[in-house]
């Protein structure tokens, strides 16, 4: 079935520093979500792209849906310790049932 | 918050029983989805309803089952429990069935022994 590569699987970083994650299938999508969940909790969105090359910023994070639409960026800029967590991709299907295929995830965790 | 409600959060029971768990969705949305999520693994999607109706089959077990009722909330019955069956079961709404955004609820832990 379909897959979403998403890397890295995890990273630690410095408070301050930018953060860069990916996630790329070998199928095309039509929508791409970002997600980050915190332990316990739910995933919430973060970004919604509906566009290929569209480029969607949400306070220090930013987000692109790449041209080909096999993949998606997330860029989180001056990381602060509330961003640890878990960022999930998810990418709807342009065929069929329009289902949600959603990535691995990245695991963030931030040093102060 | 994101809207969307679940029960119960947490469900303790034993191989071989059945438990029912429970959504609301958010107010106006008519799609549900259910995604299971396992200790360090991502979501994977089980089914959507759409206003009452099945729209979507993912990685389902047959001993799962979901519906969606008027009043637009849903249920996801798992029985014949097992151990691997021990995971995060997630509920999620979205207005309608395509191009659209999910909010997550809080989820429910169920633990098999």
């Known amino acids: 079935g379909q897959q979403l590569n998403q890397s890295p699987q995890s990273m630690f970083i410095q408070e301050g520093e930018d953060v860069s994650m990916n996630c790329t299938s070998s199928?095309?999508?039509?929508?791409w979500l970002w997600y980050k969940q915190d332990p316990g909790e739910g995933p919430v969105l973060l970004i919604a792209?509906?566009?290929?090359?569209e480029l969607t910023s949400n306070g220090r994070l930013t987000a692109q849906f790449g041209i080909t639409r096999k993949d998606s960026f997330l860029n989180i800029s001056a990381s602060i310790p509330s961003d640890v967590g878990i960022y999930f991709c998810a990418g709807q299907l342009t065929s069929g049932t329009y289902k949600y295929i959603f990535g691995t995830g990245t695991r963030l965790k931030v040093l102060a | 918050d994101s809207g969307v409600t679940q029960t119960p959060k947490h469900l303790i029971t034993a191989t071989g029983q059945r438990v029912t768990l429970r959504c609301s969705p958010r107010?106006?949305?008519?799609?549900v989805y259910w995604y299971q999520q396992s200790l360090d693994q991502g979501l994977q999607f089980l089914i959507q309803?759409?206003?009452?109706?099945?729209?979507a089959k993912g990685n389902i077990l047959e001993r799962f089952s979901a519906q969606q009722f008027p009043d637009l909330h849903s249920e996801l019955n798992l029985s014949s429990l097992e151990l691997g069956d021990s995971a995060l079961y997630f509920c999620?709404?979205?207005?309608?069935?395509?191009?659209?955004?999910?909010?997550f609820g809080p989820g429910t832990r169920l633990l098999v022994l």
């Open positions: 999620a709404s979205s207005v309608g069935t395509t191009k659209e955004t999910q909010y």
């Open positions: 107010s106006g949305d008519l799609s």
């Open positions: 199928s095309i999508f039509n929508t």
């Open positions: 309803y759409y206003n009452g109706e099945e729209r």
């Open positions: 792209l509906y566009k290929a090359g």
